[in-house]
DNA sequence: TGGACGATCCCCT
DNA sequence: GGGGATCGTCCAT
């Protein structure tokens, strides 16, 4: 992917279900032990201030610190004993917003996507290496000690691509989560076998 | 100090 | 389509 920049910290800083839009069609890079894992983010929600459904609800604590930094850092947090997911934190420190991105498309180092996968993927299709958030940072080597990193660095970032066009891009309510039912904040591509279900 | 539960995944029917 | 796995976090005793 030869010539495309990170996405600057102004991408970040902006309204959150803005972000989780325009997220979409860009590329998620992992350097992990000098592989460049890559997959374009295709499927993502918004959790804002005010939600019910958001971690940050019931206010700033140990846990969901890093959804209060300054936006354009990464929030990984553990759920049901054995899953990370991975969110883009979002606008001003103080602040505490995010997307969770919850599908991407394998473009690069895809086997090594399957080896990361291997214990669970074993005779399963492509599409279920990265159809969910889980799956996703697992394929990407995503987990506790990620929390809080900086996506202007080396370790994970997101390289820009051209806006994708709003014909392609569908809406829909928030998947997995019982309050703050109603909102239209989960974002994705048309017609890509990655989205999850 | 304890218990309920979760922004999920996988395997089985 | 349903349930079990599995444990950190949070709040109520």
Redesign the pocket.
């Known amino acids: 992917l030869p010539g495309l920049k990170k996405l600057p910290r102004s991408f970040y800083l902006r309204p959150t279900v803005v972000v989780a839009r325009e997220l979409l069609g860009k590329y998620l890079v992992r350097i992990y032990k000098g592989q460049r894992l890559i997959g374009t983010i295709v499927e993502a929600?918004a959790?804002c201030e005010g939600d019910p459904?958001?971690?940050?609800y019931?206010?700033r604590?140990?846990?969901?610190d890093v959804?209060f930094w300054e936006g354009g850092h990464l929030?990984v947090?553990?759920?049901?004993?054995?899953?990370f997911?991975a969110?883009v934190v979002t606008r001003n420190a103080g602040i505490g917003e995010?997307v969770?991105i919850r599908a991407v498309e394998p473009v690069q180092e895809i086997d090594v996507m399957i080896r990361n996968?291997r214990a669970?993927?074993s005779k399963?299709s492509a599409v279920?290496l990265t159809n969910?958030?889980?799956?996703?940072c697992?394929a990407l080597c995503i987990g506790r000690k990620e929390n809080g990193i900086d996506l202007l660095g080396k370790e994970v970032f997101i390289l820009d691509a051209p806006r994708l066009p709003s014909s392609s891009i569908r809406t829909s309510t928030?998947?997995?989560?019982?309050d703050g039912k109603g909102k239209k904040w989960r974002y994705f591509v048309k017609r890509n076998g990655w989205v999850?279900r």
């Open positions: 929600e959790y459904a958001s971690h940050s019931i206010g604590t140990k846990r969901n959804m929030y947090y553990f759920t049901y004993g054995m899953h997911c969110n995010a969770l996968r669970s993927h399963k279920e969910g958030p889980a799956k996703l697992q928030r998947i997995g989560i019982t999850s």
